[in-house]
């Protein structure tokens, strides 16, 4: 497997890292189980890159527009869309609260902001949605 730091930073690898997030109710990850609807990789701007590169650096742009970077700035900010097994799933605010966590964990300080969207358009359906190990643990055939 590849270093963390040469790790590139693209949906692929996203949804790969998402492999660790767990529902402990099927004890199955939220990739295979089709949970994760959408991934956007929302590069920084020149502006961002620009303050990354150099803070004390002067800008065209007035400073009450301009934040100091920070670690939270690093990288690309990144938008995930995702569903749960039912609307009252109630380990839903756990499992939305290992996505940023993990991602985190994962590319450090190559990565921005971290955004979990909650979606439940279209609902969760296992037999379509869920990889075919996860249908089989299901006993869905």
């Known amino acids: 497997m590849e270093a963390t730091a040469t790790l590139e930073l693209n949906e692929d690898t996203i949804r790969e890292a998402l492999t660790a997030v767990i529902d402990p109710e099927l004890h199955m990850n939220i990739i295979e189980l089709g949970l994760v609807y959408n991934v956007e990789i929302n590069e920084p701007s020149a502006l961002a890159l620009a303050m990354q590169a150099d803070p004390a650096a002067p800008v065209d742009v007035p400073t009450e527009e301009v934040s100091a970077p920070t670690a939270s700035t690093a990288g690309p900010d990144v938008a995930v869309e995702m569903?749960?097994?039912?609307?009252?799933?109630?380990?839903?605010?756990?499992?939305?609260?290992?996505?940023?966590?993990?991602?985190?964990?994962?590319?450090?300080?190559?990565?921005?902001?971290?955004?979990?969207?909650?979606?439940?358009?279209?609902?969760?359906?296992?037999?379509?949605?869920?990889?075919?190990?996860?249908?089989f643990e299901l006993g869905i055939f």
Do not use: H
């Not at 969207?117 to 190990?133: R, V």
């Open 83 to 135: 569903t749960l097994t039912s609307p009252g799933c109630p380990y839903g605010p756990m499992i939305m609260g290992q996505v940023p966590v993990v991602l985190k964990e994962k590319f450090q300080d190559r990565i921005g902001e971290v955004e979990v969207n909650l979606t439940f358009s279209p609902p969760w359906d296992p037999a379509t949605m869920a990889s075919e190990d996860v249908q």
